[in-house]
């Protein structure tokens, strides 16, 4: 394991605000750790900062030193990207400051800030950005690559309603991205992933929502399960605006309160429909879900904006053995239901599912070209193949399971790639895939601000050919 010796350490404490953590400090275990608990990465030092000096000031000693970065913001990212073993973790945690102007429905939140305390500040004046569904999950990686949930359908991705960002590029520079302000930067910044800097402060545009909201949560036996898809494959495209869906494929019936306690664990497939223009709009809404199979719990309540963004968290707990497949469906159609039938009995662990969101409505109002996001503005299925266990031989097999069943899904996909916030390092090719035509203009952004690919461990965009290692930075736009 290489090692930053003390006398280095030193020389960077003197120009950095924040805490270094070092493989011989007690904190060091858990500053390491990531949602990911299949993931055990040893970094020679991790760099708590405190602002964007501290970010410009690891940089330069790692530049230095020649070693590896990475960042981390929520450490959410399931491949463990946020930690790279031997080398320096810019580590954005304390970066967790949310300033709310309600007035002009902005906010302002540091690049370390999580959905759980995002919501906590905007939820106190009824407006939310439309972000992801697992409270714990950090805003940089999920914005950056996209940032699919609840609101999707209604505002759009977490990317589409990004304002601006302050960014740290690998020489240390830092530069607001706006629509004004370098505009290269920001285009690529929404969708683009964390290839092009350290982003330590984002500015959102909200949108009125909650406190309360209604919920109606639906959940069939796994033997129903093919006229189950089915319908809901005809309804779910149906449902109105004003609503929200999670549809949980294979997903056992949720530990909560509205599930009655001899089902919760149950295997079956759940349907989670939020709704946001009251309790009448919900009820007409839900209505054609009633005609199809009967559901062996239905249940419809209203309930706080801040609890639906946490009602899959105990599905996926912070330390959870995990192990993500994706690829995006433009139908279900009955090949694709009858090998999710097929398949879904053989998973090893009752936590495996198939995590899926119809993207449609507001997020394919956004014309292509707008954000540098890795997927067709087209309505489709965005299908995660979700591996989770809570003991490592049963992650192994059912790693192999989704493999197995990506592979059997890949001919229906719209393309090999997939959403960007899904791939693991390393698939350079579905990294391609993902982004289409708009990976020539991303390698082209990657080469005039990181040339030297300094921020490679995510969907790693390569700086276009001439401009890469070695290169220098191009003067901004």
């Known amino acids: 394991m290489t090692s930053v010796h003390a006398p280095d350490a030193a020389a ?107 919501d906590a500040a905007t939820q106190a004046y009824g407006l939310a950005v439309p972000s992801g569904t697992v409270s714990h999950t950090g805003v940089g990686g999920l914005t950056l690559g996209g940032g699919i949930g609840w609101l999707t359908e209604e505002y759009g991705l977490s990317c589409d309603n990004l304002l601006a960002a302050e960014t740290v590029l690998a020489d240390g520079r830092v530069l607001r991205a706006a629509a004004d302000q370098h505009p290269e930067l920001f285009w690529a910044l929404r969708g683009g992933g964390g290839n092009f800097g350290v982003v330590t402060e984002f500015t959102f545009r909200l949108h009125p929502v909650g406190p309360e909201v209604q919920l109606g949560l639906f959940f ?101 053995l995990a192990h993500d497949r994706a690829l995006p469906l433009p ?49 489709c299925w965005v299908m995660n193949i979700s591996a989770l266990a809570l003991e490592p031989r049963r992650l192994r097999a059912d790693a192999a399971w989704a493999a197995a069943l990506w592979t059997e899904l890949l001919p229906y996909a719209a393309n090999p790639g997939g959403y960007v916030n899904f791939l693991a390092q390393g698939e350079q090719d579905r990294v391609r895939a993902s982004y289409g035509p708009k990976y020539a203009r991303l390698a082209a952004a990657k080469a005039r601000y990181d040339p030297g690919n300094v921020f490679h461990r995510n969907a790693n965009i390569l700086p276009e050919p001439g401009r890469g290692a070695g290169g220098a930075p191009s003067p901004p736009d």
């Open 331 to 379: 139908v279900l159609d009955d090949a694709v239901l009858e090998l999710l039938g097929a398949q879904l009995p053989r998973r090893s662990s009752p936590l495996t599912f198939c995590p899926s969101f119809r993207l449609d409505g507001a997020y394919i109002a956004v014309p292509e070209e707008d954000t540098a996001f890795g997927g067709a503005r087209r309505p």
């Open 12 to 118: 960077l404490r003197r120009a950095f605000a924040g805490e270094l953590v070092t493989p011989a400090d007690p904190g060091y275990d858990t500053a390491r750790a990531v949602w990911n608990g299949a993931v055990d990465h040893r970094p020679a030092l991790l760099a708590r900062c405190t602002g964007p000096e501290d970010v410009a000031a690891a940089l330069d000693f790692a530049r230095a030193r020649g070693l590896e970065v990475s960042v981390r913001g929520g450490g959410h990212q399931t491949a463990g990207a946020a930690v790279c073993p031997d080398g320096l973790v810019l580590d954005l945690t304390r970066l967790d400051a949310v300033r709310v102007d309600p007035e002009a429905r902005t906010v302002r939140c540091g690049g370390g800030t999580t959905l759980a305390a995002l």
């Open 220 to 320: 069939w036996d796994l033997a129903d399960g093919d006229a189950v898809l089915r319908r809901l494959r005809e309804t779910v495209p149906e449902l109105p605006p004003g609503t929200g869906v999670f549809t949980g494929i294979g997903l056992a019936a949720p530990p909560m309160a509205l599930v009655p306690p001899e089902h919760r664990g149950r295997p079956g497939h759940t349907l989670l429909v939020a709704g946001f223009d009251g309790p009448e709009a919900h009820a007409r809404a839900l209505a054609p879900l009633a005609e199809g199979p009967p559901a062996l719990v239905e249940r419809r309540a209203p309930i706080p904006y801040r609890y639906l963004q946490r009602l899959l968290d105990d599905h996926a707990p912070y330390g959870i």
